[in-house]
Antibody, heavy 124, light 109 residues
Framework: QPQLQESGPGLVKASETLSLTCTVS??????????WGWIRQPPGKGLEWIGTFLYGGNTYYNPSLKGRVTMSADTSENHFSLELTSVTASDTAVYYCARLAYSYGSLAEPWDHWGQGTLVTVSS | SYVLTQPPSVSVAPGETASITCGGS??????VHWYQQKPGQAPVLVIHYDTARPSGIPERFSASNSGNTATLTLSGVEAGDEADYFCQVWDRSSDHCVVFGGGTKLTVL
């Protein structure tokens, strides 16, 4: 079973860039058929999808965040990253990285493995 | 953009049956997944592909999906089922968005 672990600063200043890394063990992020992604949850609120990517394939971002979000992957370290620019207080959230269940090309699969999440607070 | 609507809260006595709905336009034509989230923990998949239980999920968890409503049903509710529950779909038509419902807090009285 894969394990995912988020890492990065817990505090980011407003207008700066939030950067997080998700280190994966037990599953190569370049394995065909597996999509990876980021999901966040503001304190006391619901889940918000940030983006999904397939290594060597397409990347999809939440339109509400487009222009500010970039996802990338490093197969040598078997990790993938999230960058969110120009952050504001509304970006304060627990950020989860997750794996989509094996896909034959559809994104309709469930998120079957999640990291424990990391709280990022944006300070003014 | 596609919207999923869940009731903010549902309360049930131990041993009873709880139903949590997830409304969306023609949601019956999409695959719905349900997640359980306990305080301070990551979500856990409890139902996938509308009605299927992943390995390790008790038979007390069941679900249906038809028309404009998907429903998660917990039979014989236990205190340990108290959690937030989220429905989720993928919407191909809106930039391949992953959409979550707002979540329902299940309280075991």
């Amino acid at each position: 079973q894969p394990q995912l672990q988020e890492s990065g600063p817990g505090l980011v200043k407003a207008s700066e860039t939030l950067s997080l890394t998700c280190t994966v063990s037990g599953n190569s992020i370049s394995s065909s058929g597996y999509y990876w992604g980021w999901i966040r949850q503001p304190p006391g609120k619901g889940l918000e999808w940030i983006g999904t990517f397939l290594y060597g394939g397409n990347t999809y971002y939440n339109p509400s965040l487009k222009g500010r979000v970039t996802m990338s992957a490093d197969t040598s370290e078997n990790h993938f990253s999230l960058e969110l620019t120009s952050v504001t207080a509304s970006d304060t959230a627990v950020y989860y990285c997750a794996r989509l269940a094996y896909s034959y090309g559809s994104l309709a699969e469930p998120w079957d493995h999640w990291g424990q999440g990391t709280l990022v607070t944006v300070s003014s | 953009s596609y919207v999923l609507t869940q009731p903010p809260s549902v309360s049930v006595a131990p041993g009873e049956t709880a139903s949590i709905t997830c409304g969306g336009s023609d949601i019956g034509g999409k695959s719905v997944h349900w997640y359980q989230q306990k305080p301070g923990q990551a979500p856990v998949l409890v139902i996938h592909y509308d009605t299927a239980r992943p390995s390790g999920i008790p038979e007390r968890f069941s679900a249906s999906n038809s028309g404009n409503t998907a429903t998660l049903t917990l039979s014989g509710v236990e205190a340990g089922d108290e959690a937030d529950y989220f429905c989720q779909v993928w919407d191909r038509s809106s930039d391949h968005c992953v959409v979550f419902g707002g979540g329902t807090k299940l309280t075991v009285l």
